[in-house]
Structure formats: structure tokens, C-alpha cells
């Protein structure tokens, strides 16, 4: 167990780390809506390609035509190639804040946890890093192929191909954002999982943390479902900034684990509550379950018995 002087000053610098990042984790939050939103609505415009527009080519008996249905959209995505760009730098912008959030997290919840899986703490931070870099490299990739489709003479479907998706720099930078998505996943969800055990996070926080990383590791579902990871940004801005509803968790001041009660202790709170009984200690919000008492025998009461009537 840490001593009294390391707690003191784990928890001094746990609450001045805590400060500098409330803004932000709420800037975070913002920028990571404002990215989805950005670039949603760019690709609102992109011209689709219909399946009878698809089998048109095949249908007259043109199997490669030299202009291919979907040239209109790698034209246009040539065209937008500063919105997506400036969206994807945004969100690089978050992760960024992300990223300093998971490992203060760590290093609190790996102070009263040692157990804790120590290769999390490089997971988050190489795969934070790497998952910001690859999501503006992405962008600038796709800008410099789509313009050289643009301007080229080749329009046939294999070149719209390379444009998008078969590329050498494409299929690089597809690879490298899994793998670095992948990363921050993983080292996430150890890191919530070990936050809540330690009693840093409520259950919910750390659960929607961890399926906010999954949303993050597939960005292209929309900027309702992306309305999740900077909801979450925002509710960590209030809680490091000292705010949080009730009060912070009792695990942050007191440099300890204080797990939160299982459903169960849950239930023996709001049963003695309502018959009027003394809460138990184990069933409190933040509260660890004392150690038990050792029972003191029969034979340990008649020899107190027999020292008082000689006193």
C-alpha cells in the first residue's frame, strides 16, 4: 500500500492534471462534433451511383468503358478536398485531447490498481498518436489521388478504383489507421474498464467511453452516432474540471480504490433505507467493504471473565 506522503502527492498532481485538461476535454468534444458535422455534410453532395447507372455499361456491352458511372464522384471528392481536410484535422484535434485523458487515467487508476495492464498505457499512446496522424493523412491521400484523376485522361473504372480504394498510398493508409485504431480500442477499453474498478469513472461513463472508442475506430457511420464520443469529451471536461453531479468520485481524493457497489449491494442499500435500517458499509457509493472482524470465541470470553473477578 503507497504511504500517506505518496497519496498526498499523487492526488496533488492527479488534481493539477486534472485542471489543465478540463478545457480540453470540452474543446475536445466540440471539434470531434464539429469534424462529423463538417465532413457529413460535405459528402451529402457526393453524386451516388444507381444500379441501373451501374449495369448500363455492362448491359450495352461495354465491360470497361472509358468513362466510368462513378467518375462524377471522384471528381467531386477532388473538388471538396479542403472541407474533408479541414474536418479530418479536427478530429485529430480531439483524439489528441483523448489521448491525455485516457493516460491521466491510467496513471490514477494504475496507482490503485498495480495489477493493471501496464502495455495499455503504449497502446493508447502510439495508437492515439498514430489514429490522429493517419485520419489528416487519409484525407491529404485521397485529395492528391482524386486530383490526379481529375486532371489525367484515364476515367475507366480501374482508375476510379486507385483513385478511392486499390491505390499503393491508399491501401497503406487503410492498413495503418486499422492498426492504429485497433491500438487506442484496446488500450481504451483497459483503461475505463480499470477506472471504474478503481471507483475514477461511474459505470456509465465507462461504459460509453468504451463504445465511443468503437465509433472513433469506425468514423464513417454518420454525425448522429459520432454526437456519442464528444457527448463523452464533454461529460470528462465536467468531471476533471471538478464539477461532476454529487460530487467528484470519492476515489480521486482519497488516492485509493473505492469500487463502486455491485447491483446487489445496490439493492441491500435501497432495501434498508427503506425499512429505516443503518445502510451497509459495503452497499455505499464508493465505499470499500471493510474487512471483517475476527469472532472472538468462548473460550476467549471466559478467560476475560476470569481476569476481571481477580481484578
Known amino acids: ?37 463538417i465532413i457529413t455534410s ?10 441501373l447507372q451501374g449495369l448500363g455499361p455492362a448491359i450495352s456491352g461495354e465491360a470497361n468503358p ?34 491525455l485523458i485516457l493516460l491521466l487515467l491510467f496513471n490514477a487508476a494504475a496507482f490503485r490498481r498495480p495489477t493493471i495492464w501496464r502495455p495499455a498505457r503504449l497502446l493508447v499512446l502510439g495508437g492515439g498518436i498514430a489514429v490522429a496522424l493517419a485520419s489528416i493523412a487519409h484525407e491529404i491521400v485521397y485529395a492528391i489521388e482524386t486530383h ?17 480504394t486499390k491505390g499503393t498510398p491508399n491501401q ?31 459505470r456509465w461513463m465507462a461504459i460509453l467511453g468504451m463504445f465511443s ?4 475506430l469506425l468514423p464513417n457511420v454518420g454525425a448522429t452516432l459520432q454526437l456519442i464520443p464528444a457527448f463523452w469529451l464533454v461529460m470528462m471536461g465536467i468531471l476533471l474540471a471538478g464539477r461532476w453531479m ?14 463502486w457497489p455491485t447491483r446487489a449491494q445496490m439493492q441491500a442499500e435501497r432495501s434498508a433505507r427503506s425499512k429505516g435500517e443503518p445502510v451497509p458499509a459495503a452497499a455505499r457509493v464508493g465505499d470499500v467493504a471493510p474487512a471483517a472482524k475476527p469472532q472472538q470465541t468462548g473460550t476467549s ?4 471473565r476470569k481476569g476481571g473477578a481477580r481484578g
Open 66 to 99: 472509358a468513362v466510368s458511372p462513378r467518375t462524377d464522384e471522384v471528381k467531386f471528392i477532388s473538388h471538396h478536398a479542403f472541407p474533408l481536410i479541414a474536418g479530418s484535422i479536427l478530429a485529430a484535434i480531439a483524439i489528441g485531447a483523448l489521448t
Open 42 to 51: 460535405t459528402l451529402n453532395g457526393l453524386p451516388t451511383v444507381g444500379p
Open 172 to 202: 497503406v493508409v487503410a492498413y495503418l489507421s486499422l492498426l492504429a485504431g485497433l491500438s487506442l480500442v484496446v488500450g481504451m477499453i483497459v483503461v475505463l474498464l480499470n477506472s471504474m474498478r478503481s471507483g475514477l469513472l461511474p
Open 148 to 164: 490526379n484523376f481529375s486532371v489525367g485522361h484515364d476515367f475507366t473504372r480501374n482508375a476510379v478504383d486507385n483513385a478511392l
Open 301 to 304: 470470553r471466559k478467560r476475560r
Open 1 to 37: 500500500m503507497p504511504s500517506d506522503p505518496d497519496i498526498r502527492k499523487q492526488t496533488a498532481w492527479e488534481l493539477n492534471r486534472r485542471t489543465r485538461l478540463a478545457v480540453p476535454a470540452f474543446a475536445g468534444g466540440f471539434l470531434y462534433l464539429l469534424s462529423a458535422i
Open 246 to 259: 454529487n460530487g467528484d468520485p470519492p476515489a480521486w481524493e482519497a488516492g485509493e480504490a473505492r469500487p
Open 213 to 216: 472508442g468503437l465509433l472513433i
